[in-house]
């Protein structure tokens, strides 16, 4: 209905109901009680037309305002949502793309409206989709957002590193609805790491280094960072019944120390022979470069304490070795033909600390996933991993 049309013919009609009423007043014809009653009871039945299309009107124009105003604020929220700097995606707890903005876009080499209905897995090079699949899975029991490190590939395009920072949406009964992603490639951050990766040796060659055999226990001191030059070092604690820990394991590139933990024992074993440098954590305060050559490496050493804590975490013990395999495959795997060799050899002992769990029971799932042909051993008695995803 056109208001203002409405308002217009109201405004005639009571006009006229009112000349008909003057008339009618003064006719000597028509009965003085009969007619100008009802042309007074329908002068006032206009006039109450007219006032409600009065206030329609306005109301009218007041939803007009508001719709334009809303209209505006979400052009500027899409705005926001389209031009942002990182790549945003909503996706459903199974990772189908619903919304997607232009960076990510633009990311993907995709255009905007074919990423709706998309899958993300199908963004990520084969050898890694499973992980991804596994990790969100877990995002939809999570209640905190998590930041994942994972390659993505682009359409018809080339592969790149990627930081995906992924939440989860709830409805009012806390079933998870929807993940909120932020993407961000990270390939140039990567080459800088790298880069100071390269110049180590450099900032390290002028200090002393200390060399420990296989199976020495590293002395401690509180005030020192040790870094890695050379070989493998295991990290454990112990727990109140005296079986050791396993809680973390420094390769080639990594640091350690008492003084990056809070815990009352901890101890390091060298598992390779080793070479360490010492750096003063004092150091780290007077000297920028030497804190933007460690931080990386604290930063390495942290994740990878999340994934022993996520280890530890699994309810199967089949679980527990399965992602235990998967990490050390991570950290000290190297290619040969038969699959990833462990360059390290680790007992069942050590398996089990690491899964809170008995040396027997580790012996007997190494030995199901041998008959399964999943790993073998070398000459040397290192696992190898086949095709173990």
């Known amino acids: 209905m056109n208001i203002e049309k409405f308002i217009q013919r109201a405004e005639v009609l009571h006009k006229r109901l009112a000349d008909l009423y003057q008339t009618a007043s003064v006719l000597p014809w028509i ?4 007619l100008p009653q009802a042309f007074k009871e329908l002068y006032n039945t206009s006039k109450i037309v007219q006032l409600a299309a009065e206030e329609l009107y306005q109301q009218n124009e007041e ?14 929220y899409q705005d926001l949502f389209d031009f942002a700097p990182d790549g945003y995606l909503v996706t459903n707890t199974e990772g189908i793309i619903q919304e997607a903005n232009l960076t990510v876009a633009k990311l993907l080499n995709v255009s905007k409206q074919f990423l709706v209905g998309k899958s993300m897995i199908s963004f990520v090079p084969l050898e890694e989709r499973q992980h991804l699949r ?11 957002a998590r930041e994942l490190l994972i390659r993505l590939q682009q359409r ?16 009012p009964q806390g079933k998870a609805t929807s993940l909120r992603w932020i993407v961000r490639n990270i390939t140039e951050r990567k080459r800088v790491e790298s880069a100071v990766v390269k110049n180590d040796s450099d900032l390290f060659n002028n200090r002393p280094v200390d060399k420990y055999s296989k199976g020495e226990t590293i002395p401690l001191n509180p005030l020192v960072i040790l870094y890695v030059s050379q070989g493998l070092v295991k990290l454990s604690t112990y727990c109140e019944t005296g ?20 815990l009352n024992i901890y101890q390091a074993t060298v598992l390779a022979d080793v070479e360490l440098v010492s750096i003063y954590a004092a150091e780290m305060a007077a000297s920028p470069t030497l804190s933007h050559t460690l931080l990386p490496k604290i930063n390495q050493r942290l994740q990878q304490t999340e994934s022993f804590l996520v280890i530890c975490g699994r309810r199967r013990v089949q679980e527990r070795l399965h992602h235990l395999l998967q990490l050390l495959k991570r950290e000290v795997g190297e290619t040969v033909p038969e699959g990833t060799r462990l360059s390290v050899r680790f007992t069942h002992e050590d398996f089990a600390s690491a899964c809170c769990t008995t040396r027997v029971t580790i012996t007997r799932l190494m030995g199901k996933l041998q008959e399964e042909g999943i790993i073998s051993f070398d000459l040397k008695k290192h696992i190898i991993l086949r095709d173990f995803d």
């Not at 105003?69 to 052009?75: P, S």
């Not at 596994?134 to 999570?142: C, M, N, P, R, V």
């Not at 018809?156 to 409805?171: Q, S």
């Open 243 to 262: 079986e050791e820990v396993l809680i973390g394991l420094a390769t080639a590139g990594m640091v350690f120390g008492s003084s990056l933990t809070s």
């Open 31 to 34: 009965s003085p009680d009969l």
């Open 63 to 76: 939803l007009v305002k508001t719709r334009n105003w809303l209209e505006a604020e979400r052009k500027h």
């Open 134 to 144: 596994s990790e969100i899975i877990q995002l939809s029991q999570s209640n905190r």
């Open 156 to 171: 018809h395009g080339e592969i790149f590193d990627a930081a995906l920072t992924v939440a989860v949406t709830r409805n």
